[in-house]
């Protein structure tokens, strides 16, 4: 038996991780999974989502080949009649009612496969509707409007430097278990005990004590959705106390004046009964953080997922801002992606919203995004105007967005609904035609995403570790063929389109290594190969590491990654401001009117006072990634953990028993989950996990159903209650009501 030992990356998280895959080609087995010690990103660090890897390829649920909805039965169809059925259907319904009357859904997957994320906008395109919906709404919109006002590019996110940081504040975050969101980091809590270690201080603020906050120096429980709140009076305090620092960032950015005066009703004593937190708490980690010398202020889903997600992401911003922090050591910085897509360049058009709205509440869109929670009125409710048509990319809405009840019952009434996905889950049941993928092992990939997340600049490619099955194809090429048919155009036309594009759109930049390459050279230099990975050629060689198209130079190519089993590091994040502003005049509004039109709303909400009743958030766990992994046994197994956390005196109060279970109710629906009483959370708040809800008929998902169904939490989600400014559904601190069953 010959045995192989392969590197590549993990493609489940951002952390992006280094393994190594012990395999038997022959019988295409994994025989096992390790961290690469020589990865320079990751050292060896692996989390039990890696095995993941394996169990997706395994999977005997998973779908090989097109299946087509015959009654109440599937079955499994060729390739060009899968494609040509799709294309003949969604073109049938947009020649009929207009483009508007198609749908697309994007899921996070898609993030981690560099051949799907460089024709996912292609797909969208050629579908030529505006009634696009993504987990984005769902996770990190604001941070994404945030970065667009900001900073002029909506892609550009800040990004904590986490390896030379000395005060560490974290809000709404629980990095050692989600290896970092917005951050990608391999191994973070090594990263966390080594601010410690150098002296530095690790300060958690969460409605619950979460694995990260154990680990810190100390931990502050603040009311769900007053982020915003502690987060201004903060602010209130550095220029209360004098302690504003701008440094370099005074000669390029405007507004201070008017953020000091919109500071002035947030003070620590006036937020403190809304956000639970002591006001000489709140002076005290101001000016800790105004002192540091490396200060990062890192804010993630529960600062995102709330009523004021947009206020608390810009006010994040503020605070580094402010303090002299951003862009430089240890504070929030900008990465350097090899694939130059975050380089100086054109001032980009004005910022505006609501170039096209939502049928049934009028709802702007917002950086193309229209909020997730409005796609079940939008097919339901919307009369003439509804959706009849819904395209699902590596999503499954239903278990993922708020009322996923109501949304079930909508997508029965599609004229037509294609899922590009590898399970038939909670959402694809519905679908009339389903358009599997070959799984991460049959193809290679580059780590295309975590580069604009990574907090140290890298680079790294991945092969494949089986030939991909007869008979399957990677997502790329599923969605560009069906991408080509609704644009009357070859496959191979369409992807030499795509490339003349990016030769347009990088080759001959100035200042970068093929700033004096033609883009017929260039051309020639990148070969016939269809597919994503010329692409990322193109963009590695003409980036700010590249080659230039000169294979005897030092930098950079794909051939060159090919060639080394590990990631290459680039260097430390280097400050970039202002010269990587895409804004007018390369200049930071800081008071910017749009972030200061929800200010009012803020205050309104100080001066309603505390309010009253039990809040539900979310969290983490170290075994799951929102709906994808339940089905593979090795993450399956254990005790049940989709369960109801209780702090003990809410429990007495309300009549719940340790291992006993709990309705929970919301505005939009109700739900049963069992007990689990604990004191690492803030009393009145209580907390499911999300992703459960394996219970419905005509899936094919045999462990998660069997081993962890759980319930849904997005069942109690309010699909009508909205950051209005981001587009963002609040899936933290749901006002719910809780009894004993």
């Known amino acids: 038996m010959l045995l192989m030992w392969i590197h590549r990356s993990c493609p489940i998280c951002e952390a992006q991780c280094g393994l190594r895959v012990q395999v038997d080609p022959a019988a295409r087995r994994v025989l096992r999974i390790e961290g690469d010690p020589d990865d320079p990103r990751s050292r060896g660090h692996l989390c039990p989502k890696a095995t993941a890897l394996a169990g997706l390829h395994e999977d005997p649920d998973r779908l090989r080949r097109p299946i087509r909805r015959t009654g109440t039965d599937w079955q499994e169809i060729g390739w060009d009649e899968a494609i040509d059925y799709a294309a003949e259907r969604l073109i049938q319904i947009r020649e009929a009612h207009g483009a508007d009357s198609v749908g697309l859904y994007i899921g996070n997957p898609t993030g981690f496969d560099v051949g799907a994320m460089l024709t996912n906008r292609t797909l969208a395109d050629a579908l030529a509707t505006p009634r696009a919906f993504s987990g984005a709404t769902m996770d990190h919109h604001p941070k994404i409007v945030t970065t667009r006002v900001l900073y002029g590019k909506n892609s550009m996110l800040s990004i904590p430097d986490i390896d030379r940081c000395d005060y560490f504040l974290c809000l709404g975050g629980n990095p050692i278990v989600s290896q970092g969101s917005l951050m990608s980091a391999p191994d973070v809590?090594?990263?966390?005990?080594?601010?410690?270690?150098?002296?530095?201080?690790?300060?958690?603020?969460?409605?619950?004590?979460?694995?990260?906050?154990?680990?810190?120096?100390?931990?502050?429980?603040?009311?769900?959705?007053?982020?915003?709140?502690?987060?201004?009076?903060?602010?209130?305090?550095?220029?209360?106390?004098?302690?504003?620092?701008?440094?370099?960032?005074?000669?390029?950015?405007?507004?201070?004046?008017?953020?000091?005066?919109?500071?002035?009703?947030?003070?620590?004593?006036?937020?403190?009964?809304?956000?639970?937190?002591?006001?000489?708490?709140?002076?005290?980690?101001?000016?800790?953080?105004?002192?540091?010398?490396?200060?990062?202020?890192?804010?993630?889903?529960?600062?995102?997922?709330?009523?004021?997600?947009?206020?608390?992401?810009?006010?994040?911003?503020?605070?580094?801002?402010?303090?002299?922090?951003?862009?430089?050591?240890?504070?929030?910085?900008?990465?350097?992606?090899?694939?130059?897509?975050?380089?100086?360049?054109?001032?980009?058009?004005?910022f505006e919203i609501g170039r096209w709205r939502t049928a049934v509440r009028d709802i702007p869109e917002i950086e193309s995004q229209l909020p997730s929670a409005a796609l079940a009125e939008e097919i339901d409710s919307a009369g003439e105007r509804r959706l009849r048509a819904l395209v699902t990319l590596a999503g499954n809405p239903v278990l993922s967005t708020p009322n996923g009840v109501r949304l079930a019952k909508a997508l029965e009434q599609l004229d037509f609904m294609l899922s590009l996905d590898i399970y038939l889950n909670e959402t694809t049941r519905h679908a009339d035609l389903i358009l599997p993928n070959a799984p991460q092992l049959e193809h290679e990939n580059f780590d295309y995403l975590t580069m604009t997340t990574a907090v140290r600049n890298f680079a790294r490619w991945s092969p494949s570790v089986f030939e991909a099955e007869d008979g399957t194809w990677p997502q790329w090429k599923v969605q560009l063929e069906l991408a080509a048919r609704l644009m009357g155009m070859t496959a191979e036309a369409l992807d030499e389109q795509l490339l003349e594009h990016d030769l347009a759109r990088f080759v001959g930049k100035a200042g970068l290594p093929a700033e004096h390459v033609s883009a017929a050279v260039a051309r020639e230099k990148l070969g016939n190969e269809p597919g994503p990975m010329r692409r990322v050629d193109l963009m590695l060689r003409a980036g700010p590491y590249g080659d230039g198209f000169d294979d005897a130079a030092d930098g950079l190519s794909l051939a060159k990654l090919r060639a080394i089993p590990h990631a290459v590091d680039l260097g430390p994040l280097e400050s970039r401001l202002p010269d990587l502003l895409r804004t007018p005049g390369r200049r930071i509004a800081l008071a910017h009117p749009y972030f200061l039109q929800d200010v009012p709303r803020l205050r309104a909400k100080l001066a309603a006072g505390e309010e009253q009743g039990l809040r539900l958030i979310g969290r983490r766990q170290n075994r799951n990634m929102n709906t994808w992994l339940h089905n593979l046994p090795v993450l399956a197994k254990g005790k049940e953990r989709c369960s109801l956390l209780v702090h003990p005196n809410d429990a007495m109060r309300l009549g719940l028993v340790p291992g006993g279970r709990a309705r929970v109710r919301s505005r939009v629906g109700e739900i049963e989950a069992p007990i689990e009483l604990c004191d690492d959370m803030m009393p009145g708040v209580v907390s499911l996990p999300h992703g459960f809800g394996h219970t419905e008929t005509g899936t094919r998902l045999a462990v998660a159903t069997r081993q962890q169904p759980g319930v849904n939490s997005n069942a109690l989600t309010d699909e009508e209650a909205l950051d209005p400014w981001s587009n963002t559904c609040i899936v933290n601190g749901i006002p719910v009501e809780v009894f004993r069953c």
Do not use: N
């Not at 302690?243 to 000091?260: A, I, K, M, W």
């Open 189 to 350: 809590r090594g990263r966390l005990r080594a601010i410690q270690k150098r002296g530095g201080k690790l300060l958690i603020v969460d409605p619950r004590r979460t694995e990260t906050a154990k680990a810190a120096d100390e931990h502050l429980f603040i009311r769900p959705g007053s982020d915003a709140l502690f987060l201004f009076a903060l602010v209130h305090v550095l220029f209360d106390e004098d302690l504003v620092r701008l440094g370099r960032f005074e000669s390029f950015t405007d507004g201070v004046r008017e953020l000091h005066k919109q500071a002035r009703p947030f003070s620590p004593e006036a937020v403190a009964p809304a956000t639970g937190i002591a006001p000489d708490v709140t002076r005290r980690i101001a000016r800790e953080f105004a002192a540091a010398e490396r200060a990062c202020c890192y804010g993630r889903i529960g600062t995102c997922t709330v009523e004021f997600g947009l206020l608390a992401s810009w006010l994040v911003e503020v605070l580094g801002i402010l303090t002299g922090h951003l862009d430089e050591p240890g504070g929030l910085m900008f990465p350097r992606p090899a694939t130059g897509q975050h380089e100086p360049g054109r001032p980009s058009a004005e």
